[in-house]
């Protein structure tokens, strides 16, 4: 675990945006590939990237996916696609051909299907490899229950290791399409971006290895944190 504490808001977002441009630099020539988390602390990067960092990511060979997505209209407002191309996507050069979105059209379950396959499509195997991972950077919010993407403490997608992507509920039994822990878990990077005093307490937790559904991704992963979050 790799803990990084930024004294606002602010400061944690350009220290994770410029992050994310150095790693894009590591993969000179071949494709970069994101997974997105929604939330207001990486909209904050988002905006970074498209307007302030726009130089050092290179755009044509980023693609973008998503780490779970409210079951919504794409122009709904609680939708994360939305959020990020209001952010990011409609003001950077972004080649639509690489914005990978969760579909949120038919039923629940066909749309984590679709989305599935469009993911084993990238990544270009039926099966994924510890040896080489499907995403270079994975960032990850962190709800104060201590769920990341939408895997719900007490939700049976916890559990799931065959399928790359489900359909489930959020506490408030809103339909909700979520990777895996073992697509989650897929990364070169994994980040949690984490802000407000109200994260301190479920990051004290995680930090102790209470058994949450964002610990079993927290170990490895890079923390970009608020001093307000901060618990230590």
């Known amino acids: 675990m790799k803990i990084a504490v930024h004294s606002t808001p602010e400061e944690l977002a350009r220290a994770a945006a410029a992050w994310l441009c150095a790693r894009a630099a590591d993969v000179a020539?071949?494709?970069?590939?994101?997974?997105?988390?929604?939330?207001?602390?990486?909209?904050?990067?988002?905006?970074?990237l498209a307007r302030e960092e726009s130089g050092r990511l290179p755009w044509e060979r980023t693609h973008w996916?998503?780490?779970d997505e409210r079951f919504v209209p794409h122009d709904h407002p609680d939708s994360n696609y939305?959020?990020?191309?209001?952010?990011?996507?409609?003001?950077?050069?972004?080649?639509?051909?690489?914005?990978?979105?969760?579909?949120?059209?038919?039923?629940?379950?066909?749309?984590?299907?679709?989305?599935?396959g469009e993911l084993r499509d990238f990544y270009g195997a039926a099966a994924l490899d510890s040896s080489r991972p499907l995403f270079d950077v994975m960032l990850l919010g962190l709800g104060e229950?201590?769920?990341?993407?939408?895997?719900?403490?007490?939700?049976?997608?916890?559990?799931?290791?065959?399928?790359?992507?489900?359909?489930?509920?959020?506490?408030?039994?809103?339909?909700?399409?979520?990777?895996?822990?073992?697509?989650?878990a897929s990364a070169r990077n994994s980040v949690f971006l984490v802000a407000g005093r109200a994260k301190r307490d479920i990051v004290s937790r995680i930090w102790a290895g209470e058994d949450l559904p964002a610990a079993r991704l927290a170990g490895a992963a890079h923390w970009f944190i608020d001093a307000t979050a901060n618990p230590r």
Not at 82 to 105: C, E, G, K, L, S
Request: charged share 15%; with cysteine.
């Open 145 to 184: 229950d201590g769920h990341t993407a939408s895997l719900f403490p007490g939700r049976p997608a916890l559990a799931e290791q065959t399928r790359w992507v489900v359909d489930t509920l959020s506490p408030k039994n809103e339909p909700r399409i979520s990777l895996t822990y073992p697509v989650l």
């Open 82 to 116: 939305r959020m990020v191309r209001q952010a990011m996507f409609d003001a950077a050069p972004v080649p639509p051909a690489n914005v990978h979105a969760i579909p949120t059209t038919g039923t629940p379950s066909a749309a984590a299907a679709a989305y599935a």
């Open 29 to 48: 020539g071949g494709r970069f590939a994101v997974c997105l988390s929604g939330g207001s602390t990486p909209k904050r990067v988002y905006e970074l």
């Open 65 to 67: 996916f998503f780490g």
